[in-house]
C-alpha cells in the first residue's frame, strides 16, 4: 500500500468511528461460482454474531468532505480537519486485499456528503457493484443510504448490499433544525419508508420463488445520536419504538455524544454519556426480546433511566406488587421479568421444571445472575430467604453488588 493512500485510509476509518449503526448482518448471501467470501451467519465492525462469534471489517468513509454544517459532526464543512476521499476503485481493492489476507469478513461504507445526495450515493453503490459483479465477493456489504438520494439508487443499493441504515441523527425534528438547519425528518423518513416497502416485497416474493434476487436481506437500521440534544430517554425509547413497529426497523443504535466541536448550540459535556448510551441499548433490548412496552421503562414523573442500576431492576423495584415470582408454577412471561434471568435461562426453567423443582443450585448452573434474581424469587430451596421485598434495601444491595463486578472488570 503506497503512502498516500495508507494517509487516506488512516483519515477516513478514524472518522468513520463516530457512525455505530452496524453490527451483525443477519443477511443469507452464500458463496456461489467459487466466488469470495460468504455472509452467512456473519456480522462486521468487532461486533457480535448471534452465535457468539466475534467479527470484523473495513469501515471507512467514502469521503469526510461534506456540504452540510451540522453542529454534532466532525466532518462538518466548518470544521478545521484534514480531508480526503477515495476513489471507487480504491475501496474495491482495499476490500478484496484485506479479505484475502484474512483482516476483515465484510465492509461497512459510509461518507459524507460531496455535491449532491445523488452523486455520493451513485459512487456508494458502484462500489458494491463492482465487488459483486467484477470480483464475485459475496461477503458481507453495509451501505449507508444517503437521505435525500433517488429512488433508483436506493434500489440498486439494495440489490447488492447485505443491510442499508439511514441515519436519523438528533432525536427530534426541533433540534435537528437547531442544530443541522440544512437537514429535515422527512428527507430520512422518506427512504426508510422506500426501503421499507422494497424489503417486504422481496419477503413476500421469496414465498413464491426461490431464486427471488436479495434486496437487503439484512434489513436496515437508523442510528440516534444521545447527548447532543435535550430530548429525554422517555422520548428517545418512544421513538426507537415507533421505528421497530412501524419502519420495521432491525436495529437502532444509540451513539453517545463526542464533544468535538465547540459550537454554542451544543451542550458543555466532559465527556461521551456512555452509561446512558449503555442503559438505552439495555432499554432498547428488553423492548426488542423481554416484552417490556416503552412506557413501562420511563413514565413522565421519571422521564431518564436510572443510571445506577440496569432498566429491568429499576423496573421490578417500581413494581413490587408483580413479585416475589414463583419459578416453578408462574408464566414464561413472569420469569423472564426477573432480574438476572435471561432468554435462554427462562426458556431453559420452563423445561427443567417438568422434570421435577427447581432449586437454587439449578439456577446456578443455568448461568443465571443469582445475586440480583434471590431477591424477586419465592418458593424455592435456597440459603437465601426474602422475609420482605423493601425496594431501598434490595437497591443499594444491587447498586453495591454492581459496583463490585465493575471493580473486577476493572482488574483486566
Not at 198 to 204: A, L, W
Not at 319 to 346: H, W
Not at 354 to 369: D, P, S, V
Not at 377 to 382: D, G, Y
Request: with cysteine; aromatic share 10%; net charge positive.
Amino acid at each position: 500500500m503506497n503512502e498516500r493512500l495508507r494517509d487516506k485510509l488512516r483519515i477516513l476509518s478514524d472518522a468513520a468511528k463516530y457512525d455505530v449503526s452496524c453490527a451483525s448482518s443477519g443477511s443469507n448471501r452464500t458463496n456461489h461460482n467459487k466466488g469470495l467470501g460468504n455472509a452467512t451467519g456473519m456480522g462486521i465492525c468487532h461486533s457480535y454474531t448471534e452465535d457468539g462469534r466475534c467479527v470484523s471489517l473495513l469501515k471507512i468513509l467514502l469521503t469526510n468532505y461534506c456540504i452540510y454544517d451540522c453542529a454534532y459532526c466532525v466532518s462538518r464543512k466548518s470544521n478545521d480537519v484534514k480531508r480526503a476521499a477515495f476513489t471507487v476503485q480504491e475501496v474495491v481493492d482495499l476490500t478484496i486485499n484485506f479479505y484475502r489476507r484474512n483482516y476483515i469478513e465484510g465492509l461497512f461504507l459510509s461518507s459524507g456528503i460531496f455535491k449532491n445526495a445523488d452523486f455520493t450515493m451513485e459512487r456508494l453503490v458502484c462500489i458494491a457493484k463492482k465487488l459483486r459483479t467484477e470480483h464475485k465477493y459475496n461477503g458481507y456489504i453495509h451501505l449507508k443510504a444517503i437521505p435525500g438520494a433517488s429512488d433508483e439508487l436506493l434500489y440498486e443499493a439494495g440489490l447488492y448490499a447485505d443491510r442499508l441504515s439511514v441515519n436519523l441523527e438528533i432525536p427530534s425534528e426541533k433540534s435537528l433544525k437547531k442544530i443541522a438547519p440544512e437537514k429535515n425528518f422527512k428527507e430520512v423518513y422518506d427512504p426508510m419508508n422506500y426501503l421499507k416497502e422494497k424489503i417486504q416485497g422481496y419477503k413476500e416474493e421469496k414465498k413464491q420463488l426461490r431464486k427471488a434476487p436479495l434486496f437487503s436481506p439484512g434489513g436496515q437500521s437508523t442510528q440516534l445520536v444521545i447527548g447532543a440534544s435535550p430530548e429525554t430517554d422517555r422520548h428517545i425509547l418512544s421513538l426507537s419504538d415507533s421505528l421497530y413497529q412501524e419502519q420495521g426497523l432491525k436495529r437502532v443504535y444509540y451513539s453517545g455524544y463526542i464533544p468535538v466541536n465547540n459550537d454554542n448550540r451544543l451542550p458543555a459535556l466532559v465527556k461521551p454519556p456512555l452509561i446512558r448510551e449503555n442503559r438505552l441499548y439495555q432499554a432498547d433490548w428488553l423492548m426488542r426480546f423481554y416484552g417490556f412496552e416503552a412506557e413501562e421503562l420511563t413514565d413522565e414523573t421519571r422521564p431518564n433511566l436510572d443510571l445506577q442500576i440496569d432498566p429491568k431492576v429499576s423496573w421490578a423495584l417500581r413494581n413490587p406488587g408483580f413479585f416475589p415470582v414463583d419459578i416453578n408454577k408462574d408464566s414464561y412471561e413472569m420469569i423472564l421479568r426477573v432480574p438476572g434471568i435471561g432468554v435462554k435461562s427462562a426458556q431453559m426453567i420452563i423445561q427443567s421444571r417438568k422434570h421435577g423443582k427447581i432449586r437454587e443450585e439449578h439456577l446456578r448452573r443455568m448461568g443465571i445472575a443469582w445475586k440480583r434474581a434471590k431477591y424477586f424469587l419465592c418458593n424455592i430451596q435456597s440459603s437465601f430467604v426474602l422475609k420482605d421485598f423493601h425496594p431501598q434495601i434490595i437497591r443499594q444491595n444491587l447498586i453495591s453488588v454492581t459496583h463490585q463486578i465493575n471493580n473486577q472488570l476493572s482488574l483486566f
